[in-house]
Nanobody, 121 residues
């Protein structure tokens, strides 16, 4: 099982990025997929999650209205569209997958290596 993130980079405040997570080695359409992030010196935090069908989406309060999670099960891909970026969004962004149907913020089984997002003011 492998998750590979891409799309990070350096962007000015107010800009946008589209992060992608491509999965392999698992029955992708059976898994909840989430994005987490970890800023320097801080704990990893939940950002967004999407159910296996895409019918349910969950967001951290800090990103609601700016971030949009989506998935394409035909391509084993989950995307995170990030708009109106702020310097405090600077972090390594990780995607994660789980089969569990519990709270979307908890208990992920598989993790990617992360992609760096840096927002300059």
């Amino acid at each position: 099982e492998q998750l590979v993130e891409s799309g990070g980079g350096l962007v000015q405040a107010g800009g946008s990025l589209r992060l992608s997570c491509v999965a392999s080695g698992l029955s992708f359409d059976e898994y909840v997929i989430a994005w987490f992030r970890q800023a320097p010196g801080k704990e990893r935090e939940f950002v967004a999650a999407i159910s296996w069908s895409g019918g349910n989406r969950y967001y951290a309060d800090s990103v609601k209205g700016r971030f949009t999670i989506s998935r394409d099960n035909t391509k084993n891909t989950v995307n995170l569209q990030i708009n109106s970026l702020k310097p405090e969004d600077t972090a390594v962004y990780y995607c994660a997958a789980k089969f569990d149907v519990g709270p979307p913020q908890l208990r992920y089984d598989y993790w990617g290596q992360g992609t760096q997002v840096t927002v300059s003011s």
